[in-house]
């Protein structure tokens, strides 16, 4: 059977070409005429949509519920249900049992879904409320009745998060692709290099050494005429007494 409102077709089983693509979104709203409403509106938006009418059977489906939970909602739970992977969360703010405020607050206390986008729907323009719910951690709060703009506009911030996701994956690769070039690179040149200067610095250095102790037994490296040497002046190092530095370099992406 068709339901329309406001020139939309609220009918459960319309459009659902479009559920098995898209942004997977969880509404929660106790009213059935406002879950239609907005379950309609996000599947024009192509989005999938799973739809419940408690912040007691959201919990269920995401798998958040602990013992003590289960045990106080097992009246209004009597469906069982797989644990849900979801892209977005939309909450009325107002339902009994459990507020959009207290299961936005078990959403971003847990660890799995503390990620996920969570938007808080109202009739009423409470600013007090709005605060706390952006505070707790809110995308977004819309004002009822939801209209198609808001959705779209939604549909349009998840498309850009989901393009800087897959930018920002993309960068760690390439930052991880260079380092690993450069390590490569740089254990390369230290297995390709000539022997250090510096270890014939020191050769050198030992024997210029040997020959000032010793002068009578190792001739002198500079060929002179005897006459020019006395027997008590020191010796002037080589150059190739002088110490050699090196320098290494390392880049970042």
Known sequence: MSEKMDGFDLSPNSNSDNEEEGV??????DSLVDRKVIERLLKISSCKVTAVDSGWRALK??????EEDKSSS???????FDVLKVDLIITDYCMPGMTGYELLKKIKESTTFREIPVVIMSSENVVARIDR??????????VKPVKLS???????????REVRSVQNQEERSSSNINKRKLQECFDLSLSSSPPSISSSSSSSSSSSSSSLSYPSR??????SP????SSSAPCSPSSLDSP???LKMTGFD
């Open 24 to 29: 997977h979104v969880l509404a929660v709203d």
């Open 133 to 142: 719910c952006l505070e707790e951690g809110a995308e977004d709060f819309i």
């Open 218 to 223: 190792s001739p002198s490296l500079t060929p």
């Open 226 to 229: 005897p006459s020019l040497f």
């Open 244 to 246: 050699t530095r090196r």
């Open 61 to 66: 489906l995401l798998g958040l519920l602990d």
């Open 74 to 80: 097992s009246s209004s739970s009597s469906a069982g």
């Open 150 to 160: 808001d959705v779209k506009r939604i549909r349009d911030y998840m498309a850009s």
